[in-house]
């Protein structure tokens, strides 16, 4: 039966791998605070920046309201990172992740002048399936590796006919 429920697994990753190559979305907007956009069937709401600087980091954060029919899902915080040390910048994604589809977000630019910030948003339906799938085939090799009851009698036989020719 483990052979089955590989074949399920890898089933499921193939479903999530195509979900997400023909079915993604990209979106790039330039937005002032409180404007909104659409992607995927999710309403995204900018809230404005965030300042933060201390010895080490300078940071700019986005605010972005996610929400779907009206209701409010999720806060995503995108963030970009100048980091003063090794005079290194860094971006960090906001991930909203569901069965369904992974809702990537990215803080491209901000013009403090007049408070308007590009973002960048992806969305990668079944996401979820490839990662699910991945658990379900380590299942299905869990139960493959297993040793059956007529192989446990076996080796229990074996390991009591070892122990006593050696004495």
Do not use: C
């Amino acid at each position: 039966y483990g052979g089955y429920v590989i074949h399920v697994g890898i089933v499921m990753i193939f479903l999530g791998i195509t979900g997400t190559s023909a079915f993604k979305q990209e979106r790039q907007i330039s937005l002032e605070r409180g404007q909104t956009f659409e992607i995927g069937g999710y309403s995204l709401r900018y809230g404005g920046i965030e300042t933060d600087d201390d010895d080490h980091v300078a940071s700019l954060k986005a605010t972005v309201e996610v929400s779907r029919g009206g209701q409010v899902l999720e806060v995503l915080r995108p963030e970009k990172r100048f980091y003063k040390k090794p005079e290194q910048p860094a971006t960090e994604v906001a991930i909203r992740s569901t069965l369904g589809a992974d809702l990537y977000l990215v803080l491209g630019s901000y013009d403090p002048k007049s408070g308007v910030a590009t973002l960048l948003a992806y969305l990668n339906p079944l996401v979820g399936w490839m990662w699910y799938g991945g658990v379900v085939l380590a299942f299905g090799f869990g139960i493959v590796v297993w040793p059956s009851r007529v192989e446990q009698r076996e080796r229990a036989a074996q390991g009591v006919a070892v122990r006593t020719s050696g004495e």
